[in-house]
């Protein structure tokens, strides 16, 4: 059994910071690509940020200078540092990440639970 957890979200004000993390638990054999998705009221699920296992990012347009996507892999968590943050960056954070179960030899896609994330201006 794989989960993803993640903490850190919050209220914050505009221009402010906040640091999501995202630690992956149970029977992993293997982590490839990590990543963030954000989604507002009445918006659809965005991807926000994406690592894979050797490091590379990309970045959604958006957040592009602001927000640096991160990863440890010793303890299997992704990290999400959000800087100069918008009251657009509002929404719900959801990580995701394609594991290889340790056991099956599985390989699927999980989601976190979600954190909300609120910018006031």
């Known amino acids: 059994h794989v989960q993803l957890v993640e903490s850190g979200g919050g209220l914050v004000q505009a221009g402010g910071s906040l640091r999501l993390s995202c630690a992956a638990s149970?029977?992993?054999?293997?982590?490839?690509?990590m990543a963030w998705y954000r989604q507002a009221p009445g918006k659809q699920r965005e991807l926000v940020a994406g690592i894979t296992s050797a490091g590379s990012t990309n970045y959604a347009d958006s957040v592009k200078g602001r927000f640096t996507i991160s990863r440890d892999n010793a303890k299997n968590t992704v990290y999400l540092q959000m800087n100069s943050l918008k009251p657009e960056d509002t929404a719900v954070y959801y990580c995701?990440?394609?594991?290889?179960?340790?056991?099956?030899?599985?390989?699927?896609?999980?989601w976190g639970q979600g954190t909300q994330v609120t910018v006031s201006s």
């Open positions: 995701n990440a394609d594991i290889i179960q340790q056991y099956t030899r599985v390989r699927d896609a999980y």
């Open positions: 149970g029977s992993i054999l293997r982590i490839n690509d």
